[in-house]
């Protein structure tokens, strides 16, 4: 029996557009029970929309949403988990002040008011067993939690309200490959019951290895739905994209030239999570930590851009020391940072794309502290351009653009500096999409042909794969392997999870 034969869920003839904008056009597929359905698409296909409207939370121009053969009118998440639908969006909902507990029980409109935590306790322990947080107590604050054992709470959350359809937007973007491997055998055992799951992922690797059949979407219509068995990655992407993955070509080291040094860190130490850390970096090269959450390469970065006031070792851009501790002081050094969270730590949402680009280059733009309009649109259109985006768009305000350009913008903003020499990113391309992803990494890619030396940290092998030149495994802190040129990915993920090097022959 095919899945079609016995669906559950139907997306039929979906539309809806915003203003002169048609963000879905005629959306059709269908879920069957106990079928883990991946939705794909790069950022601006409609995917975004297509949940949103499935969840409650937008309402269609036309089509119908259809669940065990009935039309739902789903007017609110309240209306939509009341009909069996559960989402986990990939902002996360969570509430730090409150007890891991209270996040459980937030918005489950079948919990009792009075006594509903000692009630629920049994099965809110069993939730957060099936998500690998079995450490975890009820009781303790979420403050306490780091963000990937919050999205877990997130996720286990959505499993308990026993939904008929469970839509997962990005899942596992914050999380390590061990917290996915059990967020992936919960999603499992949900669907084994009987579940439909709508899987919502970047990770086109993780698609292909968990779900049965894709979706995709391009430019608001879907254009393709394959069994996972017919699919390849590099198939997944022409269905995406429509045309062939751009693949990064990497230089060896003599490609590179014979030139010094521009950032040598050494001995760099920060309590509690990286010990006696040390590399050195040339220009023209693309330079990558490779490790779990918690495995020391986010510190690394920060600390060297001067983020962590604790941190100590000898940190030096052309020769010239930077002390630890002092952002400012390896700013004006030539060391440019963008963290991982483009929303709390790096733009401004709610400001112009030109105001956000230019933040932080106001001497560049300005004569006497007055602005020159002049220099500010001349630097404006070339960093317009440096980024691929779109010209006519400088004074809409950042929240309007999709992931994948927020994402272009912050990374921008580094870029083009002539003062910059280091460019440090932490996990670039964190829930962008693959086009917006293949973006990144040619903005990466042509910073270092210009003569900037790039370190980037990743999880994801992928992309470890296809960008870096230089790949540094770390784990507990401590580096584990330094990998000049191709290198497998089973050894990467050996490295990064056990924290121990495999054998020279495994290497070469």
């Known amino acids: 029996m095919s899945p079609a034969d016995e669906e559950l869920v139907r997306v039929d003839q979906l539309t809806k557009s915003f203003g002169s904008t048609r963000a879905v056009r005629g959306a059709s597929f269908g879920i069957a029970a106990g079928e883990i359905h991946a939705l794909c698409g790069h950022n601006g296909a409609g995917k975004s929309t297509v949940v949103k409207m499935l969840s409650g939370q937008e309402t269609p121009d036309s089509g119908a949403i259809r669940i065990g053969g009935g039309v739902l009118d789903l007017r609110s998440r309240q209306v939509a988990q009341r009909s069996g639908i559960a989402l986990v969006d990939q902002e996360l909902s969570v509430v730090p002040s409150l007890t891991v507990a209270e996040n459980l029980l937030l918005g489950d409109q079948r919990a009792r008011w009075l006594n509903r935590r000692r009630a629920s306790g049994p099965r809110l322990r069993s939730l957060l067993d099936n998500v690998g947080l079995g450490h975890v107590d009820l009781d303790q604050p979420l403050s306490e939690l780091g963000i990937g054992e919050?999205?877990?709470?997130?996720?286990?959350?959505?499993?308990?309200?026993?939904?008929?359809?469970?839509?997962l937007d990005e899942p596992t973007a914050?999380?390590?490959?061990?917290?996915?491997?059990?967020?992936?055998?919960?999603?499992?055992?949900?669907?084994?019951?009987?579940?439909?799951?709508?899987?919502?992922?970047?990770?086109?690797g993780e698609v292909l290895g968990l779900c049965d059949r894709v979706t995709v979407m391009r430019d608001g219509a879907v254009v393709a739905t394959t069994e996972v068995a017919d699919l390849t990655i590099d198939s997944l992407i022409v269905q995406m994209l429509g045309e062939a993955p751009h693949r990064s070509r990497k230089r060896t080291g003599g490609e590179a030239g014979k030139s010094g040094e521009v950032l040598s860190v050494g001995g760099l130490s920060v309590p509690g999570r990286v010990e006696d850390f040390s590399l050195g970096l040339r220009p023209g090269r693309v330079y990558a930590l490779a490790g779990q959450l918690g495995s020391g390469a986010s510190d690394v970065l920060r600390a060297t851009a001067g983020l962590v006031p604790a941190a100590a070792g000898d940190i030096r851009v052309d020769g010239v020391v930077v002390r630890p501790g002092h952002p400012i002081a390896a700013a004006r050094a030539g060391i440019a940072f963008v963290s991982n969270d483009r929303k709390s730590e790096g733009l401004f949402l709610d400001k112009p794309i030109s105001w956000n680009?230019?933040?932080?280059?106001?001497?560049?733009?300005?004569?006497?502290?007055?602005?020159?309009?002049?220099?500010?649109?001349?630097?404006?259109?070339?960093?317009?351009?440096?980024?691929?985006?779109?010209?006519?768009?400088?004074?809409?305000?950042?929240?309007?653009?999709?992931?994948?350009?927020?994402?272009?913008?912050?990374?921008?903003?580094?870029?083009?500096?002539?003062?910059?020499?280091?460019?440090?990113?932490?996990?670039?391309?964190?829930?962008?999409?693959?086009?917006?992803?293949?973006?990144?990494?040619?903005?990466?890619?042509d910073a270092a042909d210009?003569?900037?030396?790039?370190?980037?940290?990743?999880?994801?092998?992928?992309?470890?794969?296809?960008?870096?030149?230089?790949?540094?495994?770390?784990?507990?802190?401590?580096?584990?392997?330094r990998h000049d040129g191709d290198v497998a990915g089973s050894v990467l993920l050996r490295e990064m999870t056990h924290g121990a090097a495999a054998p020279a022959e495994e290497r070469r």
């Open 357 to 445: 680009l230019l933040a932080t280059r106001l001497p560049s733009v300005t004569r006497w502290a007055v602005l020159d309009r002049q220099r500010w649109s001349a630097v404006l259109t070339d960093l317009v351009g440096l980024c691929g985006l779109d010209g006519g768009r400088t004074g809409d305000s950042v929240r309007s653009l999709s992931g994948g350009n927020q994402q272009k913008v912050f990374v921008g903003r580094g870029l083009g500096r002539s003062d910059a020499r280091v460019l440090l990113l932490d996990d670039p391309t964190r829930g962008v999409d693959v086009g917006g992803r293949a973006a990144i990494h040619r903005l990466l890619r």
């Open 174 to 204: 914050t999380l390590s490959d061990v917290e996915s491997e059990y967020v992936y055998a919960a999603v499992r055992a949900v669907a084994a019951a009987g579940c439909a799951i709508l899987f919502v992922s970047h990770r086109l």
């Open 150 to 167: 919050r999205q877990l709470i997130e996720i286990a959350r959505a499993l308990g309200q026993d939904a008929r359809l469970l839509i």
């Open 450 to 481: 210009r003569g900037m030396a790039v370190l980037f940290s990743s999880t994801d092998l992928e992309e470890l794969l296809d960008l870096a030149d230089v790949v540094v495994t770390m784990h507990k802190g401590v580096v584990v392997q």
